[in-house]
């Protein structure tokens, strides 16, 4: 008999224990939470930045698709254009050793259709270099730009990486109180929390507000709730599976009775 209730006392004190470690764990966790969403959510002036120079380099490589596919052209062209030379040269020795006005009139038609062909890739070249040139210039003076741009915004730019850095180290500094606190807890304990932590977004306890569970407001059974208070095992919220805890429960003193 004295045996039994030495025993319930040990595990009471151990469920308490275990309670006020899960919620300080809780905590951390919370507070990994925030520093995580801290660091992916740039601030404004950080995201206007990024936007703008997203948005400056795809006109740069749209820019630079089209000088791409100007030159590929302007080759293309060029080719063709050596080509009606090489036929506008052998129209022309066929011209000296035509024998009727018949054969004259068809070669003088090749030749001027060979002429205009020149003409015509002639201008397209022309007009193809005139393009890339600008191109060249626009792409020029934007990269030029781009490099003052950054300059200017250097400082803000490396404010936030600051911050990044500070965030990131107090997340592991983080994750390494929290394993410390883990091992402090009974592994049934700490499975079903980490379990509740992945299913349930990140918030595995909740505290007993009025009687609810004060996050799926769901209204405990007053024989619950009693458990709950106790503190001599860890309760389940019957809807939203999260371990309940109340704030009195857990910063009385172990072994003091609970008048319920
Ligand atoms: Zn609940």
Avoid at 134 to 139: F, P, S, T, V
Wanted: hydrophobic share 35%.
């Amino acid at each position: 008999m004295v045996q039994g209730h030495t025993r319930q006392g040990v595990e009471v004190s151990k469920a308490q224990q275990d309670l006020v470690l899960l919620v300080r764990l809780q905590g951390v966790y919370d507070s990994i939470a925030a520093s995580i969403a801290e660091r992916n959510s740039p601030p404004p002036e950080i995201r206007e930045l990024q936007e703008a120079s997203r948005l400056r380099q795809e006109e740069l490589v749209e820019m630079e698709r089209q000088l791409t596919a100007h030159e590929s052209e302007i080759t293309e062209v060029r080719r063709k254009q050596a080509e009606w030379e090489l036929e506008l040269q052998h129209f022309q020795k066929q011209k000296s050793a035509v024998t009727n006005e018949r054969e004259f009139t068809a070669v003088i038609s090749e030749i001027d259709y060979a002429n205009k062909a020149i003409e015509e890739t002639g201008a397209r070249c022309r007009e193809l270099e005139a393009a890339m040139e600008q191109l060249g210039r626009e792409i020029a003076e934007r990269r030029a730009a781009q490099g003052v741009e950054e300059g200017t915004h250097s400082e803000i730019v490396a404010a936030w990486d600051r911050r990044k850095e500070e965030l990131l180290k107090r997340v592991h500094e983080l994750s390494a109180q929290a394993k410390a606190i883990e091992a402090e807890i009974q592994p049934k304990h700490r499975a079903r929390f980490l379990r509740l932590l992945e299913s349930k977004g990140g918030r595995a306890m909740s505290e007993v507000v009025e009687g609810s569970c004060s996050l799926c407001h769901f209204a405990l059974r007053p024989h619950l709730q009693q458990r709950v208070r106790r503190c001599e095992e860890i309760i389940d919220c019957e809807h939203c599976h999260r371990i309940l805890y109340t704030e009195e429960s857990l910063t009385r003193s172990v072994g003091e009775t609970v008048d319920v």
